[in-house]
């Protein structure tokens, strides 16, 4: 059984903090957090701190907090194997003696459960005796377990930004236009459907339809005038995206 | 019994012609397209032709040809209603007698099966003594009907536009840094699900996360650098759109 303490009670750590509450192969044994507005919630049923130096001695301390606050820690102190979430930082961002990543591939929302049995977990460890301790909390939660390096978790984590971020912006646009013409958004659900299915069937450039792919010039002038600001732009510069991927003369 | 005619057997005439051989309240009784190469499959079950002069008498004529094309043919000879499939043209670009549009709202692919029971139709006739003929039809298809106006149709296209292939793209950037960097995009499908799931429990602007809404400008810049051309004027852009969206600093 992995003895583990979560540090940070944002987004991340509170998904992994509820997991791992819930999960008999792991023993959450403390929950470290720089403010107590987000480990109040747990002051009656696990020790929290807000000092690193109070943190127990346990197997691995995972490290759920934004970038800009990983490379501050001082965790030389201790003694188990330090592992941030991060998906751009290297494990030499840490301050600690065993340092890892354990990086899980996921958009987290407060307002949503993860289902991590197959949720993707990126591990990299600086020492080869680490990997081990890694590998089995990361098995413990989820089935889908990946020895990934520095240079190809941070590609991962970039085409991540594309296929989630930006990819529910452009949904996020797609709403603002409903909303501003009062057209019910729940209308474009069967086509988000669709759009997401083919993925999982189709190579997205196979799955490519619409105005820009066919170089419908008429559609795209009439949606072009309906735009202004920064969705124009958007609209012009994917639509120039899909005719270079695709070979349509502009 | 709606007596249908089919003009066009590209992606859209396609899907319709399968579906309404196979469905007991619909008669397809011939179709029509411009070259013959679309109509050889259909040749010994259905009557075919090229030429407009030689349609037949059906209740319902469904234009299903590229935008720059419908504007050209000439229906004004045929009595029965003659309704276009476009999300972008009026029912007004049709030369004919009596003039709908019947917009089906889904991204078709050759390579996957719609369902139409779940497929949004968007109705509009030129005279409202039409609007029967063609609500039958599509309710012979579909649940999902809705009379829409021109105006909004459009927007409901434009929408669609971000909604489908500019996410599809967004997922196709994706899928080319994994192919780039060895990478099974396979690792990427647990997001995807993540994020098509959202959309339909949570609105967009509430299920938006990454760098760009966090304004973690370290990895906004490491993930700048690591992208050239297009793609990375893309990154920019719709950091700057997520950005206006939820009032980030830039």
Known sequence: MTKVCILG????GTHFIKEC?????IELIQ????????????????????????????????????DDV????????????VAHTSGTLAFTNLQAQNRAVLYPLQSFSKEKKIHFKKLPLCLETE???DYKILREFAYSLSDAVYAIDASKR??????????????NRMMGIAYDLC????????ILQPLLQETFLKTQILPPHIAQTGPA???????????????????KTIYQLITQSIQEKHGTEL
């Open 9 to 12: 009670a944002g987004k991340v």
């Open 21 to 25: 509450i819930n999960n008999p192969a």
């Open 31 to 66: 929950i470290f957090n720089r403010s107590q507005k987000g480990i109040q919630l747990y002051q009656n049923s696990i020790p929290t701190t807000q000092s690193v130096y109070e943190l127990k001695k346990a197997d691995l301390y995972l490290v759920a907090l934004p």
């Open 70 to 81: 990983i490379a501050t820690l001082d965790l030389n102190h201790l003694k188990g194997l």
């Open 127 to 129: 020492f080869e005796k």
């Open 154 to 167: 941070q590609k991962i984590h970039l085409a991540a930004v594309f296929a989630n971020n930006f990819s």
């Open 179 to 186: 909303k501003e013409h009062q057209i019910d958004f729940e």
């Open 213 to 231: 792919l066919r170089n419908d010039q008429q559609t795209i002038i009439k949606h072009m005038d309906q735009l202004t600001g920064t969705n």
